[in-house]
Nanobody
């Protein structure tokens, strides 16, 4: 299992920006895709964004398109989530995840990811 560590959460005002990071560690790292999910209190965990590791192709949930950008640094084995124009409804615990074994061309479902970070709290105040 790959270990994922994700610092970068915090408190930010509405319309502000924040960047999350997720670094992979362990003996080896190999992933078809990396993704970001989030879970608000009383809500189900939901897909936010994903990126194919090799080619860099991305896909986003509708509610973050135009505001969030996912990227990766291959040498650092790190994936980022740049969040701009934040809204109070973006408040949630954010999780990074790795899809090590191929499941589909565009993995956006929870069960398609087999390694998860510890989660980081993002709070957006009005």
């Amino acid at each position: 299992q790959v270990q994922l560590v994700e610092p970068g959460g915090g408190l930010v005002q509405a319309e502000g920006s924040l960047r999350l990071s997720c670094s992979a560690s362990g003996r080896t790292f190999s992933s078809y895709a990396m993704g970001w999910f989030r879970q608000a209190p009383g809500k189900e965990r939901e897909f936010v964004a994903m990126i194919r590791w090799s080619c860099g192709s991305t896909i986003y949930a509708d509610f973050v398109k135009g505001r969030f950008t996912i990227s990766r640094d291959i040498a650092k084995k790190t994936v980022y989530l740049q969040m701009n124009s934040l809204k109070p409804e973006d408040t949630a615990v954010y999780y990074c995840a790795a899809n090590r074994a191929y499941s589909s061309a565009w993995p956006v479902r929870l069960h398609e990811y087999d390694s998860w970070g510890q989660g980081t709290q993002v709070t957006v105040s009005s």
